[in-house]
């Protein structure tokens, strides 16, 4: 499986972004997929997931500004952010388990089988 980021750059302070990750390979249809982000001299978090059916979560910190949304007829998964914070400055990344894999660990890096390569947003103050 291989996923692919794209949709990063620069924004001012309350604008919007939407990024996408492309995977090719495997059933997508049956994966949790997920965004983590990693701001500079910080660790990974978790951001947002979605698992098969819909069903999305948020971390605290982006709740009600972001939403994570997914094509399975297309095989994208598409984060919408919107009111941006130069806080959320990083390099976001998507990443996918497939569902028979998933234990329901949807924030943790370590239950992810899949990683795009990351793009970077930029949040200018």
């Known amino acids: 499986v291989q996923l692919q980021a794209s949709g990063g750059g620069l924004v001012q302070a309350g604008g919007s972004l939407r990024l996408s990750c492309a995977a090719s390979?495997?059933?997508?249809?049956?994966?949790?997929m997920g965004w983590f982000r990693q701001a500079p001299g910080k660790e990974r978090e978790f951001v947002a997931a979605?698992?098969?059916?819909?069903?999305?979560y948020y971390a605290d910190s982006v709740k009600d500004r972001f939403f994570i949304s997914r094509d399975n007829a297309k095989n994208t998964v598409s984060l919408q952010m919107n009111t941006l914070k130069p806080e959320d400055m990083a390099v976001y990344y998507c990443a996918a388990v497939p569902g028979t894999y998933y234990s329901g660990r949807y924030y943790l890096e370590d239950e992810y089988k899949y990683w795009g390569q990351g793009t970077l947003v930029t949040v200018s103050s």
């Open positions: 390979g495997g059933a997508f249809s049956t994966y949790v």
């Open positions: 979605v698992r098969s059916a819909g069903r999305s």
